[in-house]
């Protein structure tokens, strides 16, 4: 490894050493998988992993996030989110993040609690902050920590470290919950949700791996990653279309811009 990324594995060695016990919201992606992946190293039985399962979170995702548990060999509970339930969440204001967040930290903690143990971690890293995340303020407020920003780990960092460490994550798409895929003020419905899961779990069954369906009413616009364009328009072109619109959506889109994080958020 480089000098850089090595003394930044020392310090969050360090941070997961002396924080001694934790819970860790483990959805199963790039960051938490390491995050979890060092703490069993590093604590053993005392750290536990938590997944929350929800109507925004789907069942594809769920089953890697089990699967990369089992791997890891740490312990690992599933708890159930209900953010869909919370009315300032459904109206979906530009600060929705932060009941999600505010719910299931405080889930978390409840079974920190209950478990004798110290600290609630999350995986966000330091390329986290030239976003829009209304969340990291309910994680400040619930005490919440993050070893990886506190280490100074970049996204390309943790990709890196986790091939190192041969984690299967170490290539996989970034992933968001369903409720990404609806701009600000869209009400987030169970129906809804259903319709752009069901288009991106079809899109992913024809061979695309970075791609987003954002809900504009009856419109599909579909994010796929700069490499996937030519399948999109070409070869693949109609079985897109019969995809999406099976799933309830009368006109499909491409976005010529491509996949990006938080394309929603350009509204603000």
Same mark, same amino acid.
């Given at each position: ?16 050493? *002396? ?29 536990? !992993? ?18 990369? !548990? ?10 159930? *989110? ?56 309910? !994680? ?21 470290? *986790? ?16 409720? *990404? ?88």
């Amino acid at each position: 490894m480089e000098p850089v990324l090595t003394a930044k594995l020392e310090k969050i060695r360090e941070i997961i050493s *002396s924080i001694e016990s934790c819970v860790i919201g483990f959805s199963g992606g790039v960051d938490s998988t390491l995050l979890f992946a060092l703490a069993v190293k590093l604590l053993g039985e005392r750290a536990l !992993a938590v997944t929350a399962t929800s109507q925004t979170y789907p069942e594809r995702e769920l089953k890697e996030a089990c699967d990369l !548990a089992r791997m890891i060999g740490g312990r690992h509970r599933l708890i159930v *989110s209900e953010e869909l339930d919370i009315p300032e969440f459904r109206d979906n204001p530009r600060n929705r993040c932060y009941y999600c967040k505010k719910e299931l930290f405080g889930k978390l903690r409840t079974i920190a609690d209950e478990e004798g143990l110290s600290f609630v971690l999350d995986g966000t890293n330091s390329d986290d902050a030239g976003d829009h995340r209304p969340g990291k303020v309910a !994680a400040g407020e619930l005490g919440v920590r993050s070893p990886l920003e506190e280490a100074g780990f970049t996204k390309d960092d943790i990709r890196e470290l *986790s091939r190192e460490m041969a984690l299967p994550t170490w290539d996989k798409p970034a992933f968001a919950c369903l409720s *990404s895929r609806f701009p600000y003020g869209t009400a987030i419905t169970a129906e809804r949700v259903g319709k752009v899961g069901i288009a991106e779990e079809s899109l992913r069954a024809l061979g695309f791996r970075t791609l987003r369906v954002r809900y504009h009413d009856a419109v599909a616009r579909i994010e796929l990653g700069e490499q996937e364009f030519s399948q999109a328009v070409g070869p693949l072109r109609n079985e897109i279309i019969r995809c999406v619109k099976n799933a309830g959506f009368t006109y499909v889109a491409l976005d010529l811009q491509g996949y990006r994080t938080g394309a929603m958020n350009e509204l603000l």
